[in-house]
Nanobody
Framework: VQLQASGGGLVQAGGSLRLSCAAS????????MGWFRQAPGKEREYVAT????????YYADSVKGRFTISRDNAKNTVYLQMNILKPEDTAVYYC????????????????????WGQGTLVTVSS
């Protein structure tokens, strides 16, 4: 599967953005999808996961209550709605996928995902 992330940009603290990740291929619904982010000089960090049907989600503590992951299998797209953005949310955001039809969603390591998008930059100004 090939992934294309979009929707990043510059936003003021307290604002919102919605990221999208479009996947190629007709088996998108068989993949667990995740979002990660990487700030300059830091390691890639887990953000959120959604199961193949969208029935289960999991979030990093740092974004819980502010970010929402969702998916539309008919459109082969996963979303990350980001609200109440903070300067510390500034990073390149990556979507990731791994083929899985289980509801296991606590896969928080990058090594748990086989496919990656190119990343989209989110900058939150204070």
């Amino acid at each position: 599967v090939q992934l294309q992330a979009s929707g990043g940009g510059l936003v003021q603290a307290g604002g919102s953005l919605r990221l999208s990740c479009a996947a190629s291929g007709h088996t998108f619904s068989s993949y667990r999808m995740g979002w990660f982010r990487q700030a300059p000089g830091k390691e890639r960090e887990y953000v959120a996961t959604i199961s193949w049907k969208g029935s289960s989600t999991y979030y990093a503590d740092s974004v819980k209550g502010r970010f929402t992951i969702s998916r539309d299998n008919a459109k082969n797209t996963v979303y990350l709605q980001m609200n109440i953005l903070k300067p510390e949310d500034t990073a390149v955001y990556y979507c990731a996928a791994v083929r899985s039809t289980s509801d296991y969603v606590t896969s928080v390591l990058p090594s748990g995902y086989a496919y990656w998008g190119q990343g989209t930059l989110v900058t939150v100004s204070s």
